[in-house]
């Protein structure tokens, strides 16, 4: 019993030590079944539609697999961003494009819902692409996390 706590402990240690705190949250989540239950979707009011839809409880992507961004400002008075994925975002939206294809994903910055993105075509080259609804307190936030696009890499 005391190697297995002790051990515990030392893995606690260990990803405290190298755990990141992040400023901002990103959030993918895609359209799950309606049928499932509470433990695998959660119900929220889709921005554009205004329907109730499911949603996946895991997101498929979140802010640890977002390694750059590039704001700018948005013709109604808020901002939108693009964002770049690292190798393992990259890998994972591109399955999720193809296996998922017309169905819907939710983009949830910081807790709020931003946008709903249609999964049209497959999308590989790794990059979100937000078109407005974010605010300047969410651009500052991610600039202590993630650099700019183009800029040297922390």
């Not at 405290?16 to 239950?37: L, Q, Y």
């Not at 294809?101 to 590989?124: C, H, K, M, P, Y």
Request: charged share 25%; with cysteine.
């Amino acid at each position: 019993m005391k190697p297995i706590f002790a051990s515990l402990i030392v893995a606690f240690l260990a990803i405290s030590a190298t755990g990141k705190d992040r400023h901002c949250t990103f959030r993918v989540h895609a359209e799950a079944n309606p049928n499932d239950t509470a433990i695998f979707s959660s119900s929220i009011r889709a921005l554009f539609s205004g329907k109730q839809v499911a949603i996946e409880r895991m997101p498929r992507l979140s802010e640890r697999d977002v390694v750059a961004f590039y704001p700018y400002p948005a013709g109604d008075g808020s901002y939108g961003a693009l964002f770049q994925l690292d190798d393992h975002g990259q890998l994972a939206l591109d399955a999720l494009s193809i296996e998922r294809r017309g169905s819907l994903l939710f983009v949830l910055i910081n807790g709020r819902a931003i946008t709903e993105l249609q999964i049209d075509r497959r999308v590989s080259d790794g990059q979100i692409y937000i078109a407005s609804g974010l605010t300047k307190a969410d651009i500052d936030l991610m600039k202590k996390d993630w650099r700019l696009i183009g800029q040297r890499r922390r």
